[in-house]
């Protein structure tokens, strides 16, 4: 049984800085691309960043300079570094990854965290 869990959410003023952990366990292989995504409330939930097994990232327009993902595959974790952080921030953030537990990878979701914004 592979679970994602994610953790590092909170309040914080506008301006100031939060980090997103997503921590994976249970019997792994391997983990694919890895994605961070956020739902805002009465809103559908978007892509905020991904990484992929190399290590490349891509974030979305609202974040970039200000956001930034990394992986630690020792660790099974990848983390969200937010900087800057505006209001329009505030959501439910999930983490999303692709993982294998024998060959075959299957899609996970975690349970979200809350990232409120404001001061």
């Known amino acids: 049984q592979v679970q994602l869990v994610e953790s590092g959410g909170g309040l914080v003023q506008p301006g100031g800085s939060l980090r997103l952990s997503c921590a994976a366990s249970?019997?792994?292989?391997?983990?694919?691309?890895t994605g961070w995504y956020r739902q805002a409330p009465g809103k559908q939930r978007e892509l905020v960043a991904v990484?992929?097994?190399?290590?490349?990232?891509n974030n979305a327009d609202s974040v970039k300079g200000r956001f930034t993902i990394s992986r630690d595959n020792a660790k099974n974790t990848v983390y969200l570094q937010m900087n800057s952080m505006k209001p329009e921030d505030t959501a439910v953030y999930y983490c999303?990854?692709?993982?294998?537990?024998?060959?075959?990878?299957?899609?996970?979701w975690g349970q979200g965290t809350q990232v409120t914004v404001s001061s």
């Open positions: 249970g019997s792994i292989f391997r983990i694919y691309d």
């Open positions: 990484i992929t097994t190399g290590g490349s990232t």
């Open positions: 999303n990854a692709d993982i294998a537990t024998v060959l075959v990878p299957r899609n996970y």
